[in-house]
């Protein structure tokens, strides 16, 4: 609102939802359709608040609050020009997104995101920015959902199909596809020539890039690399390069990249090295990993290149499609090169200083142990998304690293006295020296909680 302010610009504010609580509230939803049908445009921040997204968790899905999205249901329902401001470090699903004239990602913005934000929306910048990852239509189509949240040892059964790797791949729909950012200009690529330098160390791409409209801007150019044939599983292409070239309205501009060796090679795991491969590849460039505006046609032939690379063609065949979010637990295991770790805790092995909370047996003094920790978080914090926050951290940190984090508030003693109460070792004992230390934790459990919240 300052920022509205200092601009000059009339301005109708509406709060539509609650920023601790998920579910929506019917009059601040109804004061936001008041506000909007009198309103030119409508501008919505929404994202994930700190329940949702904070250090030490994962996310339980990629939703974003419900009170959320029913704001811009709501919105969308009483005005067509509405354009969401989204907050969040990682990528969402967007139900909406079809209603909705624009969507700018703010990402997580600092103390100087509002002036940005300001900026953009206003039209005083041009805005230039890509995003470094793809956004999914929904956590169903990410390939690590059928691993993802194992509780011990997750499996990173991917490999390298992550991200775009995965999804350009194996032809995935997706919301965004990596690499993709709009400006108020547009840009056309041309006349792309390829060339290996004498030595064969690198390949020289170049191309011309000229802004074609009417405003000053910056475009992401993009260099992919896909090999018409290789010697292991790789995915259809990858990014090998990049450059940000900033041209004002008309200009054409030649943008030469440089790939060395590397942009050609795989880590051979069985020579523990990085091994360039020659061959026939296809160059591509483009504004995004799915906006491909050039395309050549390369060979290399790199000094002391190595055929000899591992073939997992009979162990682990899916690894050659792409299609890597049903991985069997024996492919895997052959691509891993080793027996892969238990997916359970052994609940008969003695708990220690590493344990978590959460670890602990299921006999009632522990479940009387977590609620009191619970229930004292909770009455420390006056908000509850801070709480859940930090409870949630409490329970799954190793008990040993609260030591360090609680300025002192948990001493060596009392850590040592919970891995005595959480692994079922008795009561009385342990639960003496926890007491001993209780009114020295009360006193500075806010100063706790803010430490790991």
């Known amino acids: 609102m300052q920022i509205a302010e200092k601009e000059n610009l009339h301005i109708t504010y509406a709060p539509g939802y609650d920023r601790v609580k998920n579910s929506p509230d019917d009059a601040l939803l109804k004061q936001a359709q008041t506000a909007a049908a009198a309103a030119d445009v409508v501008l919505l921040f929404i994202g994930l608040p700190e329940a949702y997204e904070a250090e030490a968790q994962d996310r339980k899905s990629m939703a974003l609050p419900p009170a959320h999205n029913a704001l811009v249901d709501a ?47 206003t039209g005083r910048v041009n805005p230039s920015g890509k995003l470094a990852e793809t956004y999914p239509l929904s956590a169903a189509d990410v390939p690590c959902a059928e691993t993802f949240g194992a509780p011990v040892a997750p499996l990173y059964k991917e490999s390298v199909f992550v991200g775009y790797r995965y999804y350009d791949t194996v032809g995935t729909a997706v919301c965004f596809p990596f690499g993709f950012g709009l400006s108020y200009t547009t840009f056309a690529y041309s006349d792309l020539q390829l060339c290996f330098l004498p030595d064969d160390t690198a390949a020289e791409v170049s191309f011309t890039l000229e802004n074609t409209g009417s405003r000053a801007g910056a475009e992401v150019a993009q260099v992919y690399l896909h090999a018409k044939s290789s010697a292991v599983f790789r995915p259809v292409h990858a990014l090998c390069g990049f450059e940000k070239v900033f041209l004002q309205p008309g200009e054409k501009r030649r943008v030469t990249l ?14 523990k090295k990085w091994c360039a491969e020659s061959g026939d590849w296809t160059v591509e460039v483009g504004a995004s990993s799915r906006d491909i505006r ?6 290399a032939a790199f000094a002391g290149s190595r055929p000899n690379a591992p073939d997992y063609r009979k162990t682990a065949p899916l690894y050659y499609t792409g299609r890597v979010s049903h991985v069997p637990d024996e492919q895997f295991a052959a691509v891993y090169g080793r027996a892969l770790p238990p997916q359970t805790r052994d609940k008969s092995a003695p708990l220690d200083l590493n344990s978590t909370i959460s670890d602990g047996r299921d006999v009632p003094a522990v479940r009387v142990l977590k609620k009191v920790i619970t229930l004292a978080i909770s009455a420390a914090s006056p908000n509850p998304a801070q709480a859940e926050v930090a409870v949630h951290s409490v329970m799954s940190i190793p008990i040993q690293l609260l030591i360090s984090m609680s300025q002192g508030v948990i001493s060596p003693p009392i850590a040592q006295a919970m891995v005595e109460i959480l692994d079922g070792r008795g009561v009385a004992r342990p639960l003496f020296k926890i007491l001993g230390g209780l009114a020295k934790t009360i006193r500075y459990l806010p100063k706790l909680l803010n430490t790991v919240s």
């Open 75 to 121: 919105v969308c329902s009483v005005h067509e020009n509405v354009v969401v401001v989204l907050s969040g470090g990682a990528p969402v699903e967007m139900p909406w997104l079809g209603r909705v004239k624009g969507l700018l990602n703010a990402s997580l913005a600092g103390q100087a995101g509002a002036g940005a934000i300001a900026d953009i929306v």
């Open 258 to 271: 440089r790939l060395d060796r590397r942009a050609f090679s795989y880590y051979n795991v069985e020579e």
């Open 294 to 299: 050039l395309t050549g046609a390369i060979t």
